[in-house]
């Protein structure tokens, strides 16, 4: 069965929360291929394997991964013995490594070559890790936390930088381009900041120029993601709406705004930054068109709010 599904199909979309399932979609169709019970927690997080062979769904005090390509209800990898919530998760390119963050004030490396799961390094920060974003360098993570906090931790030689945008606010997310020219980071108050990135290649480390600071919506943002065309940066937020700025000179290009929304948590464009989907409060998944802001799909079936998603529509080389 292994990689049956994956040269026939190559669109993942999966969407969790509340609920304590775990639903894959065909993008296109709307419909739900299948749905995995996730019984210990809400999942927090959602990031699909470089391969596209596993699934991992971040939870309270543990990480579970599931198979893609077969029906297995149960998770063929877990990661226990964490305390509190795993806030966000992700790949090296090759798939040699995973790293967490989280509520217990650190993020965790871990070598995914063996299948006891080894944690091999932990970087401790002074708040509750909110998210973690991994430069297209695949040698520097940058960390958002509660206190307000970026920490720059360099993998290859282990230094570190701290950064504070805006005094005693929440960073909730942060999100580099695929080209490694800009990063934003949004914040519990509302406001996104922009900034211009140099260096990062060989062992010189990336350099962070501040460009600009706007306010993107008036109440918490909850994610900001770059488009992977770099042409586009989504914010979505609690005030019930995501939005699309042009990165060009960061004006508004398409507001998403469904009457029935309620809190936007997630989302992922499309490989052709053409389309987006959304993940929101309102027990429902939207995938949207990105220049006109209507809604192309809607996915319904969760029970409470889905506040993560997972969605890889390019095929792997």
């Known amino acids: 069965m292994n990689g049956s599904n994956t040269n026939n199909d190559p669109i993942i979309l999966a969407t969790a929360g509340y609920d304590h399932t775990v639903r894959f979609w065909q993008a296109y169709s709307g419909i739900c291929l299948r749905t995995v019970q996730h019984p210990d927690s809400q999942v927090n997080a959602l990031e699909i394997t470089p391969d596209k062979q596993l699934i991992a769904a971040a939870g309270y005090q543990h990480i579970r991964m599931y198979d893609l390509n ?69 040698g520097e993570l940058f960390i958002g936390d509660q206190s307000g906090s970026i920490h720059v931790w360099d993998l290859k030689t282990d230094n570190n930088e701290q950064l504070i945008p805006e005094q005693d606010a929440s960073i909730q997310s942060i999100s580099i381009d695929p080209m490694g020219t800009m990063m934003a980071a949004v914040n519990n108050k509302g406001n996104c900041y922009i900034w211009n990135l140099t260096g990062g290649k060989g062992t010189e480390p990336t350099k962070l120029h501040p460009k600009s600071k706007f306010e993107a919506h008036n109440r918490y943002v909850l994610k900001c993601l770059f488009s992977p065309d770099s042409t586009l940066l989504a914010t979505t937020s609690a005030d019930q709406t995501a939005k699309i700025w042009r990165t060009a000179d960061l004006t508004l290009m398409t507001e998403l705004k469904e009457t029935a929304q309620r809190w936007v948590w997630d989302c992922a464009f499309s490989g052709d930054s053409q389309y987006i989907i959304t993940a929101s409060s309102d027990n429902m998944a939207r995938l949207w068109s990105v220049d006109t802001g209507e809604v192309k799909k809607e996915y319904s079936g969760h029970q409470k709010a889905v506040v993560c998603l997972a969605f890889r529509d390019e095929i792997v080389q």
Request: charged share 15%.
């Open 70 to 138: 077969s029906n297995n209800p149960n998770p063929v990898i877990n990661y226990d013995g964490i305390s509190k919530n795993v806030t966000g998760l992700g790949f090296h390119e090759d798939g040699k490594w995973m790293y967490t963050g989280g509520e217990d004030n650190a993020v965790r490396i871990w070598d995914l070559r063996s299948r006891n799961l080894q944690c091999q390094r932990i970087f401790q920060v002074n708040a509750p890790a909110n998210c973690v974003c991994l430069h297209p360098n695949q």
